[in-house]
Every structure is written in C-alpha cells, then in structure tokens.
C-alpha cells in the first residue's frame, strides 16, 4: 500500500509496500512453540526444528540506555488519521493512546477509556480516565476525545480510517469525563477499532493551532503517551523523549527515549544491529536470520501474529475468470518451497485468507472450520484435470512482482512454475516500487494485471477484519467479485454481539472465500524482533503497532 488514502475498515493493512522481508535461502522446517525460557530464546531458522514462538520475554527490571530502533520507511505523517503503514504506526504506538488497547495477549484491556458500556445496540459510552495529562501539560478532556474521533467523520480531511466511522451516525462528549458514540446501524467492531488508530487521541488545541502542519517534522502531535515526540530530522530520525507526566505510573519508560533511523535498505539494517549500533528493530530481514542468531551483539526472536500473505486476483475478466483455474493454480503452489526459500522456514502454510492469528473469540469452531478446510496445495493430476476441464485461458496469467521486497520475485516465480507446470501460460511483470504501490490505489494501474502480493495484518484478533475487504463493493476487492451469500455472512458477523455467533458467520464465509479463492492464501508470516544484548521486556507477539512497546523495554 502506498503511503496515502487507503480506505477500509482498518486502518493498519499491511500492505506489500513494507519492504520489510528479504530472501534468505536458509533451510526451514517443523515450527516448534515455546515459551522463551530465562531468555526468550529460539533455535536457529535453519535448524531442523526451524524458528522457535517465542510467547513473551522476561520483564525488564533495570533502566535502559536511550534506544536506537530501525525503521525501513520514513513515516509520512504522524497524524493518526493518516496512519495506515508500519513505520508511522510503529512509532505513534508509542506517542498516541487510544480508548482501549489491545495487550502483548491480544486482550482488549482499557487504556484512556477506564471503562465502556452498551446500553442498547446503536450506542457506546465510554467513561474517560481520570487525571490523564496530554504532553502539552494540560489536562485531557472529553471534549478533546470527542474532537479527535470526530476528525475520522470530517470528508474534508479524508481521514484513512473512515470505514471504521462508516456506521457512525454522531460522537459527542456528554459528560465532563464522558463520551458518547451513537451508531446509525449494530456494529460489533467498532468498540475494538477504539484500540487501533481510528482511536487515538490527541490534544485539540494543540491540534488546531498546528493546523495543516499536524503531524508533520514541524507541527508535531500532541497526545497522552509513555514517550513524546521530540525531534524530527526529516530523512533521518524521529526521536521520542519519555513523557514524564505519564499517568501509568506502573509502565513508565524504563528509558529515557528512542530514537528511531531510517534505514530503507535491507542489508544495511542487519550490519548496523551486527555491528552493535541499534537496539532492535522489528520486521527484520529474512536475510540476516542465521547472522543475527549467531551473534552476541543481541539476540533474535520469533512471534505470533495475524498476518496473512495472500496472491490478490484483480481481474476475473481474464485468464482468472473461471475457478476452476484459480484452483488448479493454487494446489500447484508449493507453499512449503516459498516458506523455506523466502522466510527461512519463518511462516506456517496458509489455508483461508484469514490466518489462524485472527482467532480472538470463538477460537473452538473458527479452528474447526479452518482444519475441515482442503489443503491448499495438491496433487498435480487434480490441478490438470480442472485446467483441462475449464480449457487453457487464451491469454497469459499476468502476474505482477517488485524487486524491492526481495521475497517478492521468488514468490512470483514459484507461482509461475505452478502454472506452468498444470499447462497454464503465465507471465511477471516486474515493476519498480513506486509503480507497484501504485497498484493498490489506481485501477487503470492494474489494467493487464490478474494478480498481485500483499500482506494484511489485523489491528486486532478478529478475522471480519480480513473477510470484509472481499465483500462487493469494497475498495480493496480489487476483482469486482461477488457473492451475495458472503456478503450476507460477514454483514451479518460484523452486527452480531455474541462472539459465538460471529464465529459460526464467519466460519461459514471462510468456506466460500476458501473455496472461490479471490485472495489464494500463501503463508502466515511469524513476527521476528531483533533486541540487542542486555535488553528484555518488549512484546513478540505482534501488537507493535498498537500498543506502548517501546516502555516495556529495558534491561535484565
């Protein structure tokens, strides 16, 4: 995803822009699950037991060091409505708090909202935290809380988080520590949108004096944090500075701040943390794997996440229209072979777009269904007979990669070998990375196009998350594909407020998008870290982007 507009319901999507993995050719293997140990610690990638989930690291007990932390993008804006990738998001976690957050477990735990309330299906109140000081040093109202939500309704500022607002019917402060959301229809996801960007808050009239400079190297942000924002060298660094006023007293910073360097280039974030010189990075190389588990300037770590690596169909008026074709391109797929060549055995094969990490209610019946799903690769003879059956397609599967997400170019290249090896025709259109984010926001870009990569990543464990980007109509269904019976189930799963319910809806809807396969899954990738030596406390799991990690960090 480029960095601008993207609508959809959550704000974070994880978009094939990142960059954030490189090709490895370490072997992989069986994923073992641990708890981590005195250390954390997880055998090598290319071990015969592969990456090891590490579940949580041991609470920091000592001050740490201001932090040097490696971002592969420089954020566009800091503004939370304009916060819809990883680097603006990784930092603001750490700057901007929402109503509710989601913790290190993936619980929903309250944050600058103390407690919420339902009293009838069109209506949330949220009673605010006392004492709450914004880094301005003034005191955060409702009225700042209500001012903040209500920007994501404002056409006029085009807020990327505005599906998340699209069932709002009006938002006010009704009390001196109270605010009120109405609804104009039964939305059972907007409470847990509170704990992504959609609900962060900021001061409002620190906010109005920086006008259009909100978010920017000179208008800053002003909002209620363990850290603030102190410095933005422009091309460089963003440095936060520990808020001192911060009203967690329990999870103050255990360090003075971070600093957080813009290192685009893949090889070059693994030199600097081999050489000592950052304190940790998230979406580390797939290239530096082996290297970093060697080292002793710090240690690498693997997470649970919600990500889902997917092949998008853009078109179903080509070569992808028919699906018995898609099926037999996706059971020629050798999944394992991507998962080994390109993320060191750091993924587990994927059966639905949704990943198993998505699993936060009605976990039961959700890994039910997934397992009841077919493998998603197969036997070659059966790809055949669907080709044969619904007839080569005229024209090539026209397939596009970018060779700045090094994976990329292998990924596409197993997919074409698959197709290829069912009788199919395909091509890769290898494009820079400008034009290749231009593929997610321009449709005359994806004209001659029939798939592209992308990774998604939930805000939050709910799959409705993911399937609600493949109902019609939706902006990020890129094909125009249709399914009234779909729609129905996730329309319907989105409203329902029992979680059980929601999983049998939802359960229901993964079998037609399994089965369509619009998006054909991939892999659902693990969640590495990389902390320098001495350094313990930060989540594995991935909530980085939601949730204060940075003040967890400190030393042993």
Not at 408 to 423: D, F, H, Q
Request: proline share 8%; aromatic share 8%.
């Amino acid at each position: 995803m480029t960095v601008g507009p993207a609508p959809g319901r959550s704000p974070l999507l994880a978009l094939a822009v990142c960059a954030a993995l490189t090709v490895s050719s370490c072997s992989g293997g069986t994923v073992a699950t641990g708890a981590g140990g005195a250390d954390g610690a997880s055998s090598s990638p290319g071990g015969s037991g592969g990456p090891v989930l590490t579940e949580s690291l041991p609470a920091a007990t000592g001050e740490a060091d201001t932090l040097r932390w490696a971002l592969y993008a420089e954020p566009s804006s800091l503004d939370p409505i304009y916060s819809n990738d990883f680097p603006p998001m990784e930092v603001l976690a750490n700057v901007c708090e929402s109503l509710v957050k989601v913790a290190p477990d993936f619980s929903f735990q309250p944050s600058l909202a103390e407690s919420w309330e339902q009293p009838d299906s069109l209506t949330w109140v949220y009673t605010l935290r006392p004492g709450v000081k914004l880094h301005s040093g003034a005191n955060l109202t409702a009225e700042d809380v209500a001012y903040s939500l209500n920007r994501n309704l404002d056409k006029d500022l085009g807020s990327y988080n505005d599906a998340v607002y699209q069932n709002v019917k009006d938002i006010k402060a009704t009390g001196d520590g109270e605010v009120t959301v109405r609804l104009k229809k039964p939305d059972a996801l907007f409470n847990q949108s509170m704990a992504t960007p959609a609900g962060r808050v900021l001061g409002r009239a620190a906010s109005e004096a920086a006008g259009k400079r909100l978010g920017t190297p000179q208008g800053g942000v002003d909002c209620t944090g363990p850290f603030r924002l102190a410095t933005w060298t422009a091309g460089q660094s963003i440095e936060l500075a520990r808020f001192d006023g911060y009203w967690d007293t329990a999870h103050r910073a255990k360090s003075p701040g971070i600093r957080f360097d813009f290192i685009r280039d893949p090889a070059a974030r693994v030199t600097a943390m081999l050489a000592g010189e950052l304190d940790g990075s998230w979406y580390v190389p797939s290239s530096g794997f082996t290297r970093l588990q060697a080292t002793d300037t710090g240690k690498l770590y693997f997470g649970r996440t919600s990500g889902s690596y997917v092949g998008m169909v853009t078109s179903l008026k080509g070569p992808l229209a028919d699906v018995r074709i898609r099926r037999a391109l996706s059971l020629a797929i050798d999944r394992p072979g991507i998962i080994k060549a390109a993320m060191s055995g750091a993924a587990e094969p994927l059966k639905a777009p949704a990943s198993p990490g998505t699993w936060g209610y009605g976990q039961d019946t959700l890994k039910a269904a997934y397992d009841a799903l077919p493998e998603p690769s197969g036997p070659a003879d059966e790809a055949r007979r669907l080709v044969t059956e619904a007839g080569v397609p005229a024209t090539p599967i026209t397939i596009a990669v970018t060779g700045s997400q090094a994976e990329m170019p292998v990924i596409g290249a197993e997919v074409k070998r698959a197709g290829e090896s069912v009788g199919l025709k395909v091509e890769l259109r290898t494009l820079p990375a400008d034009n290749y984010n231009a593929l997610y926001s321009d449709a005359k870009a994806r004209e001659g196009i029939d798939m592209i990569f992308s990774l998604w990543q939930t805000d939050y464990p709910d799959p409705t998350q993911i399937y609600q980007y493949l109902q019609g109509g939706n902006t990020f269904n890129y094909a125009g594909w249709a399914d009234p019976e779909f729609d129905r189930l996730i329309g319907e799963a989105t409203s329902a407020a029992d979680p059980a319910e929601r999983a049998g809806l939802v359960a229901e809807a993964q079998k037609i998008a399994a089965e369509q396969l619009i998006w054909i899954p991939l892999y659902a990738p693990f969640n590495p870290l990389y902390l320098g030596k001495g350094l313990t406390g930060a989540p594995t799991s991935s909530v980085q982007l939601t949730y204060p990690w940075a003040a967890d960090i400190g030393r042993s």
